[in-house]
């Protein structure tokens, strides 16, 4: 059974540009955590997705960044007009959407903005 | 809502001695509690988890850690240590349905030879 994948591992974007980052969840899982993390910090929360359906993204900035989760394919985390202060290590987990909600985490996309 | 104090940013210890990771939570409703590892340059790895019963939860690696519900604290342990356990941990925190996990700010274990 393959983890969780996410792509890219590493991504270079210029000031302005956008990001994608992908998350493929663990199979038969239907629900998608993404979080951010910052040198020297923890993880700070940021989306939390089923199928087609926002749970909380309580955490989003409010501009420039969104995320969904379709039907068929890999959640995507979408970041609009890159700052510097986007540079981050971004991980994506999954759950089954059980109660006991074990997550499952990706080895994550770092992010570098020049 | 939760939230999750991990009062050691930085613990060192020496190869083979034994090591407690505090972690302390408030939650207005029952939680589940997690610990995860992470590894330079890697995702999260599930440690441990305590869901109910039994308040001492044994995981991977040689951990272990106990619920305690009057002082609303879930520290891990480890008898003796190793190397290979260098990482940083977090605790973490889960309201039953469908509600978001709250991690701590972590700790980083440091084995010193």
């Known amino acids: 059974n393959a983890g969780v994948m996410q792509n890219p591992r590493h991504l270079v974007r210029r000031r302005g540009q956008e990001a994608r980052l992908r998350c493929s969840p663990m199979?038969?899982?239907?629900?998608v955590y993404w979080y951010r993390q910052l040198p020297e910090e923890g993880l700070k929360f940021m989306v939390y997705?089923?199928?087609?359906?926002?749970?909380?993204e309580s955490g989003m900035p409010k501009e420039r960044f969104s995320a969904e989760f379709p039907k068929e394919g890999p959640s995507i985390l979408r970041i609009q007009q890159v700052v510097r202060g986007d540079s981050a290590a971004y991980f994506c987990?999954?759950?089954?959407?059980?109660?006991?909600?074990?997550?499952?985490f990706g080895p994550g996309t770092r992010l570098l903005v020049l | 809502a939760q939230s999750v104090t991990q009062l050691d940013s930085q613990v060192p210890v020496f190869e083979e001695a034994p090591v407690e990771l505090r972690c302390n939570y408030s939650?207005?409703?029952?939680?589940?509690l997690f610990w995860y590892v992470q590894y330079p340059n890697q995702g999260l790895q599930l440690l441990l988890k305590y869901l109910s019963g039994s308040t001492l939860v044994k995981g991977i690696n040689g951990f272990e850690a106990e619920f305690n519900k009057s002082q609303t604290s879930f520290h891990l342990r480890k008898p003796s240590v190793h190397i290979s356990d260098t990482a940083e941990y977090f605790c973490?925190?889960?309201?039953?349905?469908?509600?978001?996990?709250?991690f701590g700010t972590g700790t980083k274990l440091q084995v010193i030879p």
């Open positions: 199979k038969g899982h239907s629900h």
């Open positions: 987990a999954s759950t089954t959407g059980t109660s006991d909600e074990t997550q499952y």
């Open positions: 939650s207005s409703v029952s939680v589940y």
């Open positions: 973490a925190v889960k309201p039953g349905g469908y509600q978001k996990v709250t």
């Open positions: 997705l089923q199928k087609e359906n926002i749970i909380d």
